[in-house]
């Protein structure tokens, strides 16, 4: 059995992991609620951008632009977004393993495959799995800014227009609600225009021209994409940590409650063996 002392101090270790996965839950409470404001903000301006492009596409040619020009899928760079942190239960590993299967069905099909990285947790279990990182980042998932997504998105087209990579895809986490996300896949070089619905194809008229304006609206969408893609990520990603704390503060309630339970019986059989002891001993003297 136990001891008292090492039981008593058990249960103090426990209520002080409680008391901080508490904090904790409260602090990505307040994060995302910030970045699930930030996320709906910029969700119809993100799509009303990529109807403009399908619009505009159609009434341009289809290859006068490198970013809307098909090329034979030879070798392919994938852009996974993930966590920079760990305590987000099963957040990091689904994504992972997801995007993983999604790069060895490119492999299989007899393609080069590059990973990117944007978060530093899935560094190593790329690396375990022998699968190439061109590129990581740390920081920008954690702190969704437009110019940093710019920063990314402007490395990425520099090396599709050197033909480092015929395809680029974006993985990450959407949004959903507090405790689910989406895995989402998104192709973003060569723009995939075809792919978007345009509700509104005769309303615009455009100046100075299709063409100028096309040109400069492309790689605004993909920088916004990725600038999305770091949004929705972090509010996926603190949704996920604060239902995690929250089974974390439940699991270590549950674990005191069982705790004191144990020390009160062990305190209790101890009284006991005292007392038996004293009675044992009173009657060897009568």
């Not at 940590?241 to 305190?267: F, G, P, Q």
Request: proline content about 2%; glycine content about 4%.
């Amino acid at each position: 059995m136990a001891n008292l002392r090492d039981i008593r101090r058990r249960i103090k270790s426990v209520r002080n992991t409680g008391q901080i996965t508490k904090a904790m839950k409260m602090v990505s409470a307040a994060k995302l609620r910030r970045a699930e404001e930030a996320m709906m903000r910029s969700r119809p301006y993100s799509t009303t951008l990529e109807q403009v492009i399908a619009s505009l596409t159609k009434r341009c040619e289809r290859g006068i632009h490198p970013l809307l020009s098909e090329k034979e899928e030879k070798v392919v760079k994938v852009v996974v977004v993930i966590a920079d942190r760990g305590l987000c239960g099963a957040f990091n590993t689904n994504l992972l393993r997801s995007a993983f299967k999604f790069v060895k069905t490119k492999q299989k099909e007899g393609k080069i495959v590059t990973v990117d990285l944007i978060g530093r947790k899935g560094r190593d279990f790329f690396k375990r799995r022998e699968i190439e990182i061109g590129k990581l980042w740390v920081g920008l998932s954690s702190n969704p800014q437009y110019e940093k997504a710019k920063e990314v998105a402007d490395y990425e087209i520099k090396l599709f227009g050197e033909n480092n990579f015929a395809s680029l895809y974006l993985v990450y986490n959407e949004f959903k609600t507090l405790v689910t996300q989406k895995i989402t896949y998104k192709r973003l070089i060569p723009v995939p225009v075809e792919e978007i619905e345009t509700p509104f194809e005769e309303r615009f008229i455009f100046e100075p021209s299709e063409d100028e304006i096309l040109d400069n609206l492309l790689e605004r969408q993909i920088s916004f994409t990725f600038y999305q893609a770091f949004l929705e990520s972090y509010a996926s990603e603190q949704g996920a940590r604060m239902a995690a704390m929250e089974n974390a503060t439940k699991s270590a309630k549950e674990m005191i409650d069982k705790l004191t339970l144990y020390a009160n019986r062990v305190r209790q059989a101890g009284i006991t063996k005292e007392l038996i002891e004293i009675v044992s001993g009173a009657q060897a003297l009568s």
